[in-house]
């Protein structure tokens, strides 16, 4: 990964006319990505995604703000954005009528290639991505995991320098999702291209992006490493059970006294603590209650997850459900109120 920046999103904002009403899909999003960086969009339905992702790559125009991809202004130089990316949306770009190998080609003339180079680089892409088995193939007769290959590889074609992938293995099971995700390290390794996507499995994004942006409301709300985002804005939590409530309760005076404590909450029994780095303070955390004469009965370690972060900054979970993505909010009770799932914008 270099400096050299080749995405670079500033103050954009889309909104749309709904009769008399305006809508503001997305507000202020600003963020860069450099060469070579894998970064991660994340957000509810409705947070304005994949309205970002069709302003960044030419398809919306934005109300304001700008977007520079590998050094070309998109409103000035569409055609010269256009010739830098790839862009695979949320439906597959393949159509049914034609052998996998033969719409490769007819995409790579699209772009300019003569039809040997085309034909030279649909064999390439085809191998990288391990289908050139399937390239004989009409798109109808394959998997959805081979489907979703097929329109990366159509996005790739060209050999673009940015990759842009609108939720890429939604509905895909467990396996064809880790063969895809394996397929576009790959790539990386391969091309050392440019990737940005976005997804609703928190554990894509956790494990493959380097960097993670999230949206809520058209704002972005946090941009930084998973680890980093993690251990700011939700901390580790230390579950304490010890021998009944009055011993819990006293065991809470004591642990808000310490330095690095951020929240404590009380369950019965159990004293729940977040606080920046567990492992360190547990062993001190002990010896204090042990000095104090509360006994622990259980102690246990938890790393938060990226929901833990998203529920931190908005308050909601991001949850996935089969192919639609909830947003679950907590009622005044502590229990989970309704569930209700957003359009996305």
Not at 101 to 124: H, K, N
Not at 321 to 326: L, P, S
């Amino acid at each position: 990964m270099s400096s050299e920046l080749m995405i670079r999103a500033e103050g954009l904002r889309r909104a749309f006319k709904a009769g008399k009403e305006v809508i503001e899909a997305v507000r202020d999003v600003s963020f860069d990505v450099a060469a070579g960086e894998l970064v991660a969009l994340l957000g509810p339905n409705g947070a304005g995604k994949s309205t970002t992702l069709r302003m960044l790559t030419t398809l919306l125009p934005p109300t304001s703000g700008s977007v520079h991809i590998a050094g070309h202004d998109a409103a000035r130089e569409p055609g010269r954005v256009r010739e830098a990316i790839g862009y695979v949306g949320q439906k597959g770009a393949s159509g049914e009528n034609h052998r996998i190998r033969e719409e490769l080609i007819t995409q790579g003339r699209c772009y300019g290639l003569r039809t040997r180079d085309a034909g030279r680089r649909a064999d390439e892409v085809l191998g990288v991505l391990g289908i050139g088995h399937l390239a004989s193939r009409a798109p109808g007769t394959l998997s959805g995991g081979q489907r979703r290959r097929v329109d990366i590889a159509l996005g790739l074609i060209h050999n673009p320098r940015v990759l842009f992938l609108d939720e890429p293995s939604t509905g895909l099971d467990p396996h064809s999702r880790a063969a895809l995700w394996e397929q576009i390290q790959l790539l990386r390794r391969e091309y050392g291209i440019t990737i940005l996507l976005t997804t609703h499995y928190l554990d894509e994004a956790d494990d493959m992006a380097e960097r993670i942006v999230i949206v809520d409301q058209g704002e972005v709300i946090a941009n930084g490493t998973s680890d980093t985002l993690k251990a700011d804005l939700a901390g580790d939590r230390i579950h304490l059970t010890t021998g009944s409530a009055e011993d819990a309760h006293s065991a809470a005076g004591l642990v808000r006294q310490l330095a690095g404590v951020a929240e404590v909450a009380l369950d019965g029994q159990v004293v729940s603590v977040r606080i920046a780095d567990a492992d360190a303070a547990l062993p001190a955390l002990l010896r204090r209650l042990d000095h104090e004469s509360i006994p622990v009965i259980r102690a246990s370690v938890h790393r938060p997850s990226l929901d833990d972060v998203f529920l931190n900054l908005t308050g909601r979970r991001l949850e996935v459900t089969g192919d639609a993505t909830d947003i679950t909010k907590p009622s005044t009770n502590g229990q989970i109120g309704a569930t209700h799932a957003l359009p996305d914008t």
